[in-house]
Nanobody, 122 residues
């Protein structure tokens, strides 16, 4: 019953910006980590940015200095601010969360969002 709902994807000109949002809902006790992954056309799904609770954020080399991951704990929402977008950033972006559920406090579960399309035109 845990769901990740993403929004914010779209089409943007190269050099432009987008902000992706991912809201987590359900019977969760704690979100241990959240992250964003993307799958470019014809490519595998790769990590873009991760944000563990109480840990340091991590970014793929290709997005360092351009993308910023952040979290609003009160809303159980994670964001990905994407600036200076390049055509190679085009792909489907997936939200990912590692959570502790109320029903199983000693076990972690991971969930994925449905993905949101980001297209960067030249």
């Amino acid at each position: 019953q845990v769901q990740l709902v993403e929004s914010g994807g779209g089409v943007v000109q190269a050099g432009g910006s987008l902000r992706l949002s991912c809201a987590v809902s359900g019977s969760i006790w704690r979100i241990n980590a959240m992250g964003w992954y993307r799958q470019a056309p014809g490519k595998q799904r790769d990590v873009v940015a991760t944000m563990p609770s109480g840990g340091s954020t991590k970014y793929a080399d290709s997005v360092k200095g351009r993308f910023t991951i952040s979290r609003d704990n009160a809303k159980n929402t994670v964001y990905l601010q994407m600036n200076s977008l390049k055509p190679e950033d085009t792909g489907v972006y997936f939200c990912h969360a590692v959570v502790v559920r109320i029903e199983s406090a000693f076990r972690e579960y991971d969930y994925w969002g449905q993905g949101t399309q980001v297209t960067v035109s030249s």
